[in-house]
């Protein structure tokens, strides 16, 4: 064998290639062999989503040589199915992986149908089937790691314990974080295996309480097939002809003034097609959801105010080239001081990060009288509570390609969570109209918030324009975590008055919220911090002021939680430590000032319908005793291990569904009958992992009386779906399930008005059953159905747009939302005096989220954000040293990996809001907002150790365990 070649095998095919200096096993496989189901998501031998098999044993391809390949046998995602599907390919098939480049999807394929039986026919191996059956699927990034992690431990171990498992997967971490699911599919496709019998599909997933046809019944994610066989493709996945690649030269000082740049060099090196900067910009310089505050590069002479800001991008023929060209390009600055903590922000004098100075907005929050409030308690209570940053770490790292159409209008292909937003900021940087730009959305890999703001998308854009070329352009992982928007570091203050029988009479809140260099959306974020910071309790006297701060940090914006997870932190610790001086249970406090029907927000709203806190509590309360007695929040310590000590916390929390605030909520829907009678429901909201698909292909199916799986649903392209909104604020099961509801009830009438007038008959006598329409006695398919439309002359789409219930700004009285969530949520924690260590061994959560329309996806919400909540109580903390970026790896950056799930216990409460689909409100954010205070109280509960900032330090822990013991010695 020729040293300079590679001989092996790839899932039973024999290859040989030449090796490539340097090449990693991934960058073969994915780029020179077209095996994109093998996912990168940091470069660091971290994630673990890159894992492939080699020679039966599990290998992180991404640091693994390529030419260590040779003479071995190589498995990946592609080779686990027994026959693969058809490409899934969500490029529309104008790229390299498509089948067919240019052919246009029909109404013959339905690659977005998934059914468990498909294991039989051969189609998926049983832990592929169990993965799709039993909800561990969600964004889909890492379950090629996943999936190749748990074969291999079932090859060897066809019987694994839950200990076994997490053991085996704990380097493959899974940001939608829905460990108790895989943990079930691992373990029902090892009994399957050892049986040779079908997976058994999942037992403890209740259906909706509300009985439907369609919805709330158990119904596996449409994609969920090729995201466990690897046809799903990311944005990263797509290759062009002639495609370049983009990098982008950026400050890394936080505080300067760009004195001069020299781009020479770099234009010089071969391969490099271009160089651009700020005075190559042909349309407005600066870009933002909100505020248009954040340059799309900086100009010489301008000021650099974080290090992710952009100076320069190069577009060059190989991801190597361009980063060559990075290093000859130069920069010359004059620093300026750095502006590193929002309080700082706020002093007299400070330097400003911005000409209009540092405050991004104060928010202020005014009801009843505060004297009086207070001086009708009995009890006071004042303290302060801190919350760090938080990165998304969204497994897949962001990535936007560029292309030229021929017919010269500008394609962008990306996973982002507002398309036509995007459309908008593009066309205004080159200068072009809206309708000159395609945005076509791709499959993302965890979004939480994080790709809702431009990262690549302008760059890759301005390249193309001027290359003629496609353009992509692929964030490392360190690139990432310096540039998009992080959670909201904060210090908040809060005064609480009680009387003493436990009833609030004021609470008085002080916020200052790090909104970093750019806005983003930190002014609508430090809001719902504000207006939820009295948390989810009827309170009569009500006052709250925040500060959202420019500062020289990473921009912060949206994330799961969108501030309220910051305040509940504050106000749910502070309830405990009132209980505690109120000698009054917490969980009875807190159903002595929870909202109810008829109670007032803090913000003046009245609650009329839709309010579950109360049995949330009481189901949450019912479980906790159940399970440990009548006393949950007094310490236990192990009798053979004294030093381990067990206990119970508790906290509550609420969160609004929708954009609220006065803001129109909107959004549209577009269903067609295609000739062979199935049907494609079309909106631009996005699919994060969520569940979004499902729970549309429910609604329409139940509103059309036919079978789920003959609705086909297209999301996120600018040219061929209507605008569903950002999504965001826990709205799209809201707002894009009443859309899709409307339009299939437009289309429904549609047909039989059709029907009552072809065959002469009242409009009341044409009926439904079955998948089919029932007329004169006579049973018609949909596909017949469709021929009826087409010989009438009539549309065979309907589209309309749903407006939400109108709501108030904020201090202008009425409604400021229209719905809102809510949870309460128990803790079991133990603590090892002796280390400080903290463990979750059981979480349970009640959550009302008014009706389950999408029970399987429900789950995977809940326990994915249990787990979130988890993760920033015990790890997470995004580390800024003034102005530079410590955690800039994702090996500095600690998520929860598999081995840190508890036994959770989800308990799901149905008080229907009127004016959702069937009752329906948000889901996505409720569940992760209660759990760090409900481990911060377990911790005090178990150790006496009162924590006010999070993530809760180990060696503080410790530190005031031996205080306390010394004291009482």
Known sequence: MSSNTINFTVNGSKV???????????????????????????????????????????????????????????????????????????????????????????????????????????HLHPLQDAFVQYGAVQCGFCIPGQLMTSFALLTRNPDPSTDEIKEALKDTLCRCAGYPSIIKAVKAAGKAMRTGTQVEPPADI??????????????????????????AHYTDDLSFDGMLHARVKRAMVPSAILKSLDISRALALPGVEAVLTASDIPGKPNHGVIYKDWPILVAEGGKVRTVGDAIAIVAAVSRETATEALDLITMEFEELPVIDNPVQAAEPGAPKVHDQG??????????????????????????????????????????????????????????????????????????????????????????????EDIAGQIHAALLAQVTKKPVKLL???????????????????????????????????????????????????????????????DVPHVKADCFAMYTNNPPAGAFRGFGVLQSAFAVESAMDMLAEKLHIDPLELRKINALREGSATNTGQILGSSVGL?????????????????????????????????????????????????????????????????????????????????????????????????????????????????????????VAGNSTRQTAIAFRNLIIEVLSEQYGVPSESVTFANGQAVVKNKKLTMKEVAEELRKAGRPNRVQTEYMAPETSPLGEGGDMHFGFSFAAQATEIMVNKKTGEIEVLRLITATDVGAAINP?????????????????????????????????????????????????????????????????????????????????????????????????DQE???????????SKS
């Not at 596996?220 to 690897?230: E, I, L, N, S, Y």
């Not at 549309?696 to 199916?701: D, N, T, V």
């Open 16 to 122: 040989s290639l030449n090796e490539k200096p340097g090449e990693m096993l991934s960058e073969l496989l994915r780029y020179r062999l077209g095996l994109t189901g093998t996912k990168v998501g940091c470069n660091e031998s971290e994630c673990g989503s890159c894992t492939v098999l080699i020679d039966g044993e599990p290998v992180l391809s991404c640091s693994y040589p390529a030419a260590k390949v040779s003479g071995h046998e190589v498995l990946t995602i592609e080779g686990l199915a027994m026959k693969k599907p058809d490409s899934g390919c969500s490029c529309g098939g104008s790229c390299k992986n498509s089948g067919e480049p240019g052919k246009k999807q029909d109404e013959t394929e339905n690659s977005e149908r998934y059914t468990p039986s498909d294991s039989a026919s051969g």
């Open 614 to 734: 109360l049995e949330c509590i009481e189901k949450v309360e019912e479980k906790i005793k159940a399970l440990s007695g009548d006393d949950p929040f007094v310490p236990k310590a192990d009798p053979h291990a004294p030093h381990l000590v067990t206990a119970w916390g508790i906290a509550v929390a609420y969160k609004n569904t929708g954009l609220g605030g006065g803001a129109p909520d909107k959004g549209s829907a577009e269903i067609e009958l295609y000739n062979n009678g199935i049907f494609e429901v079309r909106t631009s909201s996005a699919e994060l992992g969520q569940g979004l698909p499902t729970v549309l292909q429910l609604i329409a199916a139940e509103e059309l009386s036919v079978s789920p799986e003959t609705i086909k649903v297209l999301l996120s392209d600018t040219d061929l779906t209507p605008d569903g909104g950002p999504t965001t604020a826990s709205r799209q099961t809201y």
């Open 956 to 966: 503080y822990v410790l530190k005031k365990i031996g205080e306390l013991k010394s």
């Open 206 to 231: 209740p259906t909706s309480l509300i009985p439907h046809k369609a919805v709330g019944t158990l119904k596996p994610r449409m994609d969920g097939a090729d995201k466990v066989t690897g046809q």
């Open 358 to 451: 540092n405050l991004l907005k104060h928010i202020e929050v005014r009801k009843g009288q505060m004297d009086k409030g207070f001086n009708q308690a009995d009890v006071l209570l004042e303290h302060t509570f801190r919350t760090p940053s938080h990165d998304h770490a969204f497994i897949e790292p962001e990535c936007s390609i560029a292309r030229l159409t021929s017919d010269g209008r500008m394609e962008i292909y990306v996973g982002s969570q507002i398309p036509y937003e995007d459309r908008q900021q593009v066309a205004e940087a080159l200068g072009i109209q809206e309708s000159q730009v395609r945005v076509r959305g791709q499959l993302i890999g965890g979004g939480f918030g994080g790709k």
């Open 856 to 952: 399987l996806g429900l789950r995977g919400q809940i326990e994915g954000g249990a787990m979130m909540g988890i993760s920033h109580a015990l790890l997470e903390e995004f580390i800024v040293d003034k102005g530079h970026v410590v955690t800039d790896r994702l090996a500095r950056y600690r998520i929860a990996p598999i081995t840190m799930t508890p036994e959770i216990i989800p308990i799901v409460v149905e008080h229907g809001i009127d004016s959702g689909p069937y009752g329906g409100k948000g889901v996505g954010e409720i569940v992760t907002i209660p759990t760090s205070p409900a481990i911060a109280n377990a911790l005090y509960n178990a150790t006496g150790v009162r924590v006010d900032r999070i993530p809760i």
């Open 475 to 537: 964030f490392d992982r360190h690139e990432s975590l310096i540039v998009h928007p992080k959670r909201h570091a904060t210090i908040i203050k809060i005064r609480m008055g009680a009387s003493k029988d436990g009833k609030l009479t004021a609470v008085d809140t002080q916020l200052y919220g790090d909104t970093g260099a750019y806005a983003s959306l930190g002014d609508k974020v430090m809001t719902r911090a504000t207006t939820h910071s009295s948390g989810p309790y």
